[in-house]
């Protein structure tokens, strides 16, 4: 597609990934007009000053009117919501996506909420665990997958613009059905920040061991936990509330696993722990392998070269 | 102290660590000679060929002989055998130190193979997930804390020295008995690597999620784990067999921290949620406050600057 796929946006929620599509649409998409909408009036001045959005609107309803695209950037607890108020503005043949981190339950509710609507849920697997409107860039998207979930009756031009739309923001396009796409995620997204507000929480309850030496001594380990154990309270508390079946699945699979481990330590058992360790380390090179992480010794965290 | 506090240092056992000491004894200790040995001949070889220390030995107590420091950096299971071997050939008056993560058992193996020697236990709080020689730098332990677990009978000049010299290699040290050491590392070392390690092979057995969509959509969360996860095995059987209750004991907090969230899942209780996600939001923040973290997002694995 060599025209811009969309030539009017509409960004519901200028929060980091909210304000991540806002500049990712400025930088990759040639002359696009963005309206943006947040609910807090602190974050609508702040992305006013900042120019995040040709216009920010005082209602979901003004930023909608007359955009060819909107993407919902709000906890997937509040897309109903969302969607609900935005419906009377919405242009006819106007698109409705969104990021929200499971499918099922936003496709459900914006099916709910906007009948006969043209709706492609989508999920860029990218963040920071920073919030707000001026934590958000253009870069956010690149070399990242991003995942549409678009419903059987899907036009293929509709989806074709979509994925045009992401490709243009540096993203790497896959769809799926939102059942999958929420399975997928428990493991490799949901799981993962389950575990580790799980330990982080922990750790900072202990009598014997004081938060300050947690902290001090963060680096054997504990300080990864504690960056996705940073992430925004209210987006993870809906993805666990929506996604909640698939995520208490792989939960119950984890704790399988972890007390196999924890008898092989109770038993003394080291060539169970060797053979499962050496297992592990392969899921890494191959993650490497993939573009999907740096090799780096501390991800680049220090400023040594890697040598001496 | 201004006078170096060792001349002559023999590292025994030459992987990430004891790599990492040989060329932060070259960088940051003047004139100091250096010996090295490793039980693997291959290493030994590869260590020769990269000079990474003045002789490389054919046996430990070749390298030990003259020295007036030898760092164990071996496997916390292979301390024992090690100091056995290098016993004969000590020379009167050597301080004898290790990196091992766990320390009372080393510190309880090392008393036992050299009765009447003066042993410091050591513990660098630094690490990557890369092994062998050719991974090792000399800023390793730059900004990083090393905790000592001297004996109670340790002559103040002796801890004098050895703090001196981890001062030289850039640390920040604190002392600490073995048995608290042991505690502090179980929650924030040996059971981020325990969960870690757990559910990195849950992702790589599942029947419904494939490997490669696992790797693929990894960015989520899941390649955080992954990086520790692929740690040195041989390393990490030996911590948890040797810091086995102090591990156990962390885990059972652990898992009921667990267990409670999943209740909270399992009933929809958003505001159980929320409560916990925000307490553990302000952890993160006090670690990057005190530089034991980067606070770009993504510790800077993107180009990006962080903004527009």
């Given at each position: 597609?060599?025209?811009?796929?969309?030539?009017?946006?509409?960004?519901?929620?200028?929060?980091?990934?909210?304000?991540?599509?806002?500049?990712?649409?400025?930088?990759?998409?040639?002359?696009?007009?963005?309206?943006?909408?947040?609910?807090?009036?602190?974050?609508?001045?702040?992305?006013?000053?900042?120019?995040?959005?040709?216009?920010?609107?005082?209602?979901?309803?003004?930023?909608?009117?007359?955009?060819?695209?909107?993407?919902?950037?709000?906890?997937?607890?509040?897309?109903?919501?969302?969607?609900?108020?935005?419906?009377?503005?919405?242009?006819?043949?106007?698109?409705?996506?969104?990021?929200?981190?499971?499918?099922?339950?936003?496709?459900?509710?914006?099916?709910?909420?906007?009948?006969?609507?043209?709706?492609?849920?989508?999920?860029?697997?990218?963040?920071?665990?920073?919030?707000?409107?001026?934590?958000?860039?253009?870069?956010?998207?690149?070399?990242?997958?991003?995942?549409?979930?678009?419903?059987?009756?899907?036009?293929?031009?509709?989806?074709?613009?979509?994925?045009?739309?992401?490709?243009?923001?540096?993203?790497?396009?896959?769809?799926?059905?939102?059942?999958?796409?929420?399975?997928?995620?428990?493991?490799?997204?949901?799981?993962?920040?389950?575990?580790?507000?799980?330990?982080?929480?922990?750790?900072?309850?202990?009598?014997?061991?004081?938060?300050?030496?947690?902290?001090?001594?963060?680096?054997?380990?504990?300080?990864?936990?504690?960056?996705?154990?940073?992430?925004?309270?209210?987006?993870?508390?809906?993805?666990?509330?929506?996604?909640?079946?698939?995520?208490?699945?792989?939960?119950?699979?984890?704790?399988?696993?972890?007390?196999?481990?924890?008898?092989?330590?109770?038993?003394g058992d080291g060539l169970a722990l060797f053979d499962h360790f050496t297992r592990t380390r392969a899921i890494r090179?191959?993650?490497?392998?993939?573009?999907?992480?740096?090799?780096?010794?501390?991800?680049?965290?220090?400023?040594?070269?890697g040598g001496d």
């Open positions: 597609m060599t025209a811009a796929p969309f030539r009017h946006v509409a960004v519901i929620g200028l929060g980091l990934l909210g304000s991540s599509v806002a500049r990712a649409a400025r930088a990759g998409v040639p002359d696009i007009v963005i309206t943006g909408y947040d609910a807090d009036p602190a974050v609508r001045q702040r992305a006013h000053d900042i120019a995040l959005a040709d216009t920010i609107t005082d209602s979901a309803a003004a930023a909608v009117a007359g955009a060819d695209l909107v993407v919902l950037c709000v906890p997937v607890g509040a897309m109903g919501d969302a969607a609900r108020a935005m419906a009377p503005s919405l242009a006819p043949g106007v698109i409705i996506s969104d990021v929200g981190s499971s499918k099922a339950g936003v496709a459900a509710a914006l099916a709910e909420a906007l009948p006969g609507h043209r709706v492609i849920p989508a999920h860029p697997v990218a963040g920071t665990e920073q919030s707000g409107p001026d934590a958000g860039f253009a870069a956010l998207f690149r070399n990242r997958w991003c995942i549409l979930t678009p419903p059987s009756d899907v036009a293929p031009d509709d989806l074709a613009r979509l994925v045009a739309l992401w490709e243009a923001f540096g993203a790497r396009v896959e769809t799926m059905d939102a059942e999958h796409h929420d399975l997928v995620l428990a493991v490799t997204s949901h799981l993962p920040h389950l575990i580790a507000y799980t330990i982080v929480g922990t750790a900072s309850d202990l009598e014997r061991v004081t938060q300050s030496e947690v902290i001090k001594f963060s680096a054997g380990g504990f300080r990864d936990f504690t960056r996705i154990a940073a992430s925004d309270p209210t987006m993870w508390r809906d993805v666990f509330l929506s996604n909640r079946d698939a995520v208490l699945a792989m939960l119950e699979r984890f704790n399988r696993d972890l007390s196999a481990l924890e008898t092989a330590i109770r038993a090179r191959s993650i490497i392998a993939m573009g999907q992480d740096d090799a780096r010794p501390d991800f680049g965290r220090s400023d040594h070269t």
